[in-house]
């Protein structure tokens, strides 16, 4: 059973960090691209980051450009979102998702990801 799920989210003071996980089962990670999404109240879903299946093309949304990196590790099934230097504006749910097409890495929108983990929560505050 296709799985993706995410852990790592908590309260976290301004200019702290945390790191996300998204572990993935079911399915031979090593062939997807996976991305990284955040969605805050009264706001659509948004990508954060994406790292390719093969040699490793990332994407980051301008937002978080320089302060966070993602990365992967398929001998664990896991990608990881390293976060630093949070902001109060990075408050949100944060999902992972696969990208629809193995081997491909399309644009970092949410139309071209599925098999959504359940999302794990982010505060940043004071």
């Known amino acids: 059973q296709l799985q993706l799920v995410e852990s790592g989210g908590g309260l976290v003071q301004p200019g702290g960090s945390l790191r996300l996980s998204c572990a993935a089962s079911?399915?031979?990670?090593?062939?997807?691209?996976i991305g990284w999404f955040r969605q805050a109240p009264g706001k659509e879903r948004e990508g954060v980051s994406c790292i390719s299946s093969s040699d490793g093309s990332t994407y980051y949304a301008d937002s978080v450009k320089g302060r966070f990196t993602i990365s992967r590790d398929n001998a664990k099934n896991t990608v990881y979102l390293q976060m630093n230097s949070l902001k109060p504006e990075d408050t949100a749910v944060y999902y992972c998702?696969?990208?629809?097409?193995?081997?491909?890495?399309?644009?970092?929108?949410?139309?071209?990801?599925?098999?959504w983990g359940q999302g794990t929560q982010v505060t940043v505050s004071s």
């Open positions: 998702a696969r990208e629809r097409v193995p081997r491909l890495l399309r644009l970092c929108v949410t139309r071209n990801f599925g098999s």
């Open positions: 079911g399915f031979i990670l090593e062939y997807y691209a």
